[in-house]
């Protein structure tokens, strides 16, 4: 079985600029979250996806930050502008609807360094 | 708010002896808990979890003992090996469909494993 591909690894931009990140959960996967994990801390819930619709966004900063999960797979978190507190790695996680709803398989994520 | 705290940031264990890792949390909406193990530059998988419901589940090397009243949790592996030197995190989260089913994570305890 597939795991939870993220791409691109590793990001390196000045702040202002733009930058996109993108998440492929596990096939039949449901649910679908990506979290910020700043140095030293521990990962951080953005936002969380039902299929398309957004289940809790309450953590996103909406001012800088969207994301959107098209026909249910695929989603896209993208930051923009970027600011030097962004720098993180940028986990993307999937869980399924049925058995252990609550058990989350992540992705390798994205480390972004903002400068 | 920190809702999930592990109060240890590092942990050195001899190789063969037990490694007890703890967490606390402070909401007792939580009923689901869950360790998760990171290497670097890897997405956090899925160690081992306990419902509320129990005060002990197991599995191999891997313990979890629960301790509602004083909303404490302890990993213990026994014995320690040195592939087991990564950062735990204890993640915490309430029934699917409550205010509180997001997976809330503590800022991690980095174990080392001294062969």
């Known amino acids: 079985e597939a795991g939870v591909a993220q791409s691109p690894r590793y990001k390196i931009i000045e702040k202002r600029q733009s930058v996109a990140f993108w998440c492929n959960p596990i096939s039949g996967h449901a649910t679908l979250y990506w979290y910020q994990q700043i140095l030293g801390q521990g990962p951080k819930l953005l936002i969380q996806?039902?299929?398309?619709?957004?289940?809790?966004d309450s953590q996103l900063p909406k001012d800088r930050f969207s994301a959107e999960r098209l026909k249910g797979v695929d989603s896209t978190l993208k930051i923009q502008p970027a600011k030097l507190e962004d720098s993180a790695v940028y986990l993307c996680?999937?869980?399924?609807?049925?058995?252990?709803?609550?058990?989350?398989?992540f992705g390798s994520g994205t480390q972004l360094s903002v400068l | 708010d920190q809702q999930v705290k592990q109060n240890s940031p590092s942990l050195s264990v001899q190789e063969g002896r037990i490694s007890i890792l703890n967490c606390d949390y402070t909401n007792s909406m939580f009923d689901y808990f869950l360790w998760y193990k990171k290497y670097p530059a890897e997405g956090p998988t899925f160690l081992i979890s306990?419902?509320?419901?129990?005060d002990k589940n197991e599995d191999g090397r891997f313990t979890v003992f629960l301790n509602k009243s004083a909303k404490h949790l302890s990993l213990h592996i026994v014995p320690s090996q040195p592939g087991d030197s990564a950062v735990y995190f204890c993640?915490?989260?309430?029934?699917?469909?409550?205010?509180?089913?997001?997976?809330?994570f503590g800022p991690g305890t980095s174990l080392s494993v001294i062969p």
């Open positions: 996806f039902q299929n398309n619709g957004v289940v809790d």
């Open positions: 996680a999937s869980s399924p609807e049925s058995g252990e709803p609550r058990k989350l398989f």
């Open positions: 993640a915490a989260t309430s029934y699917p469909g409550t205010s509180y089913d997001k997976v809330i």
């Open positions: 306990i419902s509320s419901i129990k």
